[in-house]
C-alpha cells in the first residue's frame, strides 16, 4: 500500500503563492490519475485539480486558472503551484488517486495552507 504525504503549507498572505508536495511511498507511474482534494473547516473534502499519465490536467471552478498541478513520475511526487491565493483557500489539502468516487489509497496528514487578509 502506497503512502501519501504531503508538505509545502504554510501560512500566507492573500494573492500570495505556495506550491504543495505530496511525496508516495511507492511508484505512481502506474496510477493513471492522480489529484489533490481540500478540506475546510466545516466542509466535506473536495477535489481540486487531477492529473494524469499523459499530463491531463482538470480543475475545480473555484482554482482554474490559479492552481497547477503536476507530477513527476521518477521521484513518485505530485506538485500544486498555487498563486494568486484567496481566504477561501485555506483549507487542510491532501493527494490520493480517485477510484471510482472514491480514494485509492490511505489519506496522508495532510499539509495546512493558511491565506490571511
Known amino acids: 500500500q502506497v503512502q501519501l504525504v504531503e508538505s509545502g503549507g504554510g501560512l500566507v498572505q492573500a494573492g500570495g503563492s505556495l506550491r504543495l508536495s505530496c511525496a508516495a511511498s511507492g511508484s505512481i507511474s502506474s496510477i493513471y490519475t492522480m489529484a489533490w482534494y481540500r478540506q475546510a473547516p466545516g466542509k466535506q473534502r473536495e477535489l481540486v485539480a487531477r492529473?494524469?499519465?499523459?499530463?491531463?490536467?482538470n480543475y475545480a471552478d473555484s482554482v482554474k486558472g490559479r492552481f497547477t498541478i503536476s507530477r513527476d513520475n521518477a521521484k513518485n511526487t505530485v506538485y500544486l503551484q498555487m498563486n494568486s491565493l484567496k481566504l477561501e483557500d485555506t483549507a487542510v489539502y491532501y493527494c490520493?488517486?480517485?477510484?471510482?468516487?472514491?480514494?485509492?489509497?490511505?489519506w496522508g496528514p495532510g499539509t495546512q495552507v493558511s491565506v490571511s487578509s
Open positions: 492529473i494524469t499519465n499523459e499530463g491531463m490536467t
Open positions: 490520493n488517486a480517485p477510484l471510482m468516487g472514491a480514494s485509492r489509497f490511505d
